[in-house]
């Protein structure tokens, strides 16, 4: 195995759409010491957070930030509590939560 710096990385040629597709369709990978799971072991799976218990950081920072007028309007419109609708959305997709 070879370890590259970010330097060398960053220099690589782009992948061709070719092995894009077998990176992600696996081909390279042995799974065979990986136990199958069944829907109801898959089921029982939980966010790291949530088995954890880590609970979300309750200090609220004023930030000024840019959103498109429309999308505000939405958020304005299911009521006073927009601002915790978008922090819950923004925490979704940061953290999977």
Not at 4 to 24: A, F, Q, Y
Not at 38 to 51: A, C, G, I, Q, Y
Not at 68 to 95: E, H, P
Request: charge should be negative; charged fraction near 25%; aromatic fraction near 10%.
């Amino acid at each position: 195995m070879h370890t590259m710096t970010l330097d060398e990385v960053r220099n690589l040629p782009p992948l061709t759409s070719e092995e894009i597709e077998s990176v992600m369709a696996f081909n390279n990978t042995d799974f065979s010491d990986c136990p199958k799971q069944t829907k109801d072991e898959l089921s029982k799976f939980r966010p790291w957070n949530k088995v954890h218990n880590r609970q979300p950081n309750s200090v609220k920072i004023d930030v000024n930030i840019k959103i498109d007028s429309d999308v505000l309007s939405w958020y304005q419109s299911i009521g006073n509590d927009y601002q915790a609708k978008i922090n819950d959305v923004l925490r979704m997709y940061a953290f999977g939560e």
